[in-house]
């Protein structure tokens, strides 16, 4: 009997990567048993190719409406989940903001150098699976400033204001000051803006840190840390929340670090211990 399914995924059966072959057929295969099961119209299917349009259209170098998509369907956290070695710290999604020209600090930097915000005394070590110090391990780090904003989503801000890049020491130990970071929206110019108001869906993301980790021969990890605390934590747009990455952001009372950094006014600590996987 004729199978337009079966047919279909039999067409990327000679594909030279033998990965392709299969990845193509089962998308085929789901594809078409969303189609199947939604009863989708002509009408509906043409308005979903229009949407894919109007996101090509509006994406750039600096903007990709189609990674904006992948996030707020919670497809770019399925690919975290499912990827994640045994053992390892979570990993969450990169985001559109990340530079790989950061600064290189060094260890122990203020990140602050006055501008508002409450002070963050941010501490904690690489280890890998087994809890053995990753030696010099890179920390590669950004958030947003006290107005929400991204140095890239504000003339105001130093193009490398509250970003850095941190060489662990010897015990795998890294530590900065920095600032709460804040809630803000994914952008909501674009379609996926669109189908998110039609969804009546919010746009908010709760606050977090971004932090790429990486030290040769190991996995590198793409993560984010969230206070327990900010808004949004249980309902992130991007589904970027998981568990074993929200920590408490706590009064510190280290008279030591407060001296380091001049602090007088009260200040908050956050730690964190990343876990990497050997490459095999
Ligand atoms: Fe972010």
């Given at each position: 009997?004729?199978?337009?399914?079966?047919?279909?995924?039999n067409?990327?059966?000679?594909?030279?990567?033998?990965?392709?072959?299969?990845?193509?057929?089962?998308?085929?295969?789901?594809?078409?048993?969303?189609?199947?099961?939604?009863?989708i119209?002509?009408?509906?299917?043409?308005?979903?190719?229009?949407?894919?349009?109007?996101?090509?259209?509006?994406?750039?170098?600096?903007?990709?409406?189609?990674?904006?998509?992948?996030?707020?369907?919670?497809?770019?956290?399925?690919?975290?989940?499912?990827?994640?070695?045994?053992?390892?710290?979570?990993s969450?999604?990169?985001?559109?903001?990340?530079?790989?020209?950061?600064?290189?600090?060094?260890?122990?930097?203020?990140?602050?150098?006055?501008?508002?915000?409450?002070?963050?005394?941010?501490?904690?070590?690489v280890?890998?699976?087994h809890g053995?110090?990753?030696?010099?391990?890179?920390?590669?780090?950004?958030?947003?400033?006290?107005?929400?904003l991204?140095p890239?989503q504000?003339?105001?801000?130093?193009?490398?204001?509250?970003?850095?890049?941190?060489?662990?020491?010897?015990?795998?130990?890294?530590?900065?000051?920095?600032?709460?970071?804040?809630?803000?929206?994914?952008?909501?110019d674009?379609?996926?803006g669109?189908?998110?108001r039609?969804?009546?869906?919010?746009?908010?993301?709760?606050?977090?840190?971004?932090?790429?980790?990486?030290?040769?021969?190991?996995?590198?990890?793409?993560?984010?840390?969230?206070?327990?605390?900010?808004?949004?934590?249980?309902?992130?747009?991007?589904?970027g929340?998981?568990?074993?990455?929200?920590?408490d952001?706590?009064?510190?009372q280290?008279?030591?670090?407060?001296?380091k950094?001049?602090?007088?006014e009260?200040?908050?600590?956050?730690t964190?211990e990343?876990?990497l996987?050997?490459?095999k």
């Amino acid at each position: 009997m004729y199978s337009v399914t079966e047919d279909a995924m039999n067409s990327f059966s000679k594909a030279i990567d033998p990965r392709l072959a299969h990845v193509m057929a089962l998308m085929v295969k789901h594809l078409h048993a969303f189609v199947s099961e939604s009863k989708i119209t002509k009408e509906e299917w043409m308005m979903g190719l229009e949407f894919l349009t109007a996101s090509a259209t509006i994406t750039t170098e600096e903007r990709n409406e189609f990674s904006l998509m992948s996030d707020i369907m919670g497809i770019s956290s399925m690919v975290d989940v499912v990827s994640q070695p045994p053992g390892t710290s979570p990993s969450s999604v990169l985001g559109p903001f990340h530079n790989h020209d950061s600064s290189t600090h060094p260890n122990g930097a203020d990140l602050v150098k006055g501008q508002d915000g409450k002070k963050t005394w941010v501490h904690g070590r690489v280890l890998d699976i087994h809890g053995k110090p990753i030696a010099h391990a890179q920390i590669d780090f950004w958030q947003n400033a006290n107005n929400g904003l991204y140095p890239a989503q504000d003339p105001e801000q130093d193009p490398q204001n509250l970003r850095c890049k941190i060489e662990c020491d010897e015990q795998g130990q890294f530590d900065f000051l920095t600032i709460r970071p804040l809630p803000y929206t994914v952008p909501t110019d674009g379609p996926v803006g669109a189908l998110l108001r039609a969804a009546n869906r919010h746009w908010w993301r709760p606050a977090h840190f971004h932090f790429i980790v990486s030290a040769p021969g190991y996995l590198g990890l793409v993560t984010e840390i969230f206070p327990s605390d900010t808004p949004y934590i249980d309902n992130d747009t991007v589904f970027g929340v998981r568990p074993g990455l929200v920590i408490d952001f706590k009064p510190c009372q280290n008279k030591q670090v407060a001296n380091k950094y001049k602090l007088k006014e009260d200040f908050e600590e956050a730690t964190f211990e990343f876990k990497l996987a050997q490459i095999k």
